[in-house]
C-alpha cells in the first residue's frame, strides 16, 4: 500500500509561517532523511533518507500561544492508483504531438490475425 508521512513544526515564528505559505506548492518533492546526533550536537555518520514523497497540503494550527506547522507527504506509489487517460491512439498522439502519424495506423491493426514465419 502506498502510504505517507507528515512533519510537524511547532513554536513556528511568523516569518516561516509567511514562507511555509508562499512557498508549499503541492506535488513539489520532499525527502526525510534520518540522522543521530552526539552530544555535542555533531552528526554521527552519515544521515539515512527514512521517506521521498511529493508534498500533499500543508496544515497551519495559530493559537494565542503558538502556531504550528504540518506538512504532509504522499508516496509517489500513489500514482499507480489514479487510472491514466492516455491511450495509444492517433487522437492522444496528436494532443501531444500535433502532426505525428505515429500512431495513424493504431486502430486498423488492432483486430488484424498475423501469422508470423510459416503457416
Given at each position: 500500500m502506498?502510504?505517507?508521512t507528515a512533519v510537524?513544526?511547532?513554536g513556528v515564528p511568523l516569518d516561516l509561517v509567511q514562507?511555509?505559505?508562499e512557498e508549499a506548492r503541492q506535488g513539489l518533492p520532499g525527502r526525510i532523511?534520518?540522522?543521530?546526533l552526539a552530544e555535542n550536537s555533531e552528526i554521527i555518520?552519515?544521515?539515512v533518507q527514512a521517506f521521498s514523497g511529493r508534498l500533499d497540503v500543508p496544515e497551519i494550527k495559530d493559537d494565542a500561544n503558538t502556531c504550528t506547522i504540518t506538512i504532509s507527504y504522499e508516496s509517489r506509489l500513489i500514482d499507480l492508483t489514479v487510472a491514466r487517460t492516455w491511450r495509444y491512439t492517433h487522437?492522444?498522439?496528436q494532443v501531444l504531438y500535433?502532426?505525428?502519424l505515429g500512431f495513424e495506423y493504431?486502430?486498423?491493426?488492432q483486430d488484424r490475425e498475423i501469422t508470423w514465419g510459416r503457416g
Open positions: 502506498a502510504g505517507g510537524s513544526l511547532s514562507m511555509a505559505i532523511w534520518l540522522g543521530l555518520a552519515d544521515p487522437e492522444s498522439q500535433p502532426g505525428d493504431v486502430t486498423a491493426i
